[in-house]
């Protein structure tokens, strides 16, 4: 199924609720907050990952020198997702502050900037989702390697 380009999905909005300007501000401060709560999980599971890594990260590392880089590859981008979220999902502007010329101009902008806010939180959950592979990845080589050093270290 195709999505609506932006001006079909604002005159979908105009269509269906004309000039009930309450319930179109409604409508896309719904879409705010979902964003917001998705933002919020994304963040922890970032916050997830470098909790365990200060508890196991050196146990992991210590299994080999890939099992080094997976692991400080996969923090080093789960470090980047939180820093996406965070400058680019979470910073505020209410859409009472939205410009634009009537209610069309308005839609427009603050679609704009939803999309915006969408397409950083894309990004934070490709670079979280890659961090964890390699995390997983380094875990795995750790735990098939179960008695300390059993995996040669190159240092």
């Given amino acids: 199924m195709q ?7 604002i005159g979908r909005i105009v269509k269906m609720f004309g000039d009930d300007n309450k319930t179109v501000h409604d409508i896309i401060e719904r879409q705010f907050t979902v964003l917001m709560a998705r933002a919020q999980v994304l963040l922890g599971l970032c916050g997830v990952v470098v ?3 200060g508890f196991s990260g050196r ?8 099992a080094q880089w997976l692991i400080i590859t ?11 979220v965070v ?7 209410w859409l009472t502050q939205q410009p634009g010329e009537g ?17 950083h ?14 995390y997983v990845g380094a ?4 735990l098939l390697n179960p008695e300390m050093n059993a995996a040669p270290t190159i240092r």
């Avoid at 939180?121 to 390699?134: F, S």
């Fill in 103 to 119: 209610m069309e101009g308005w839609l427009d902008e603050s679609l704009r900037y939803r999309d915006r806010k969408l397409a």
């Fill in 139 to 142: 875990m795995s080589i750790m």
């Fill in 121 to 134: 939180y894309r990004v934070g959950i490709v670079l979280l989702l890659v961090g964890l592979v390699l």
């Fill in 59 to 66: 146990m992991i590392a210590g299994t080999n020198t890939l």
């Fill in 3 to 9: 999505q609506l380009d932006r001006q079909e999905e």
């Fill in 74 to 84: 996969g923090i080093a981008l789960t470090l980047a997702s939180a820093v996406t």
């Fill in 87 to 93: 400058f680019g999902v979470l910073p505020l502007r």
């Fill in 51 to 53: 909790t365990v890594t």
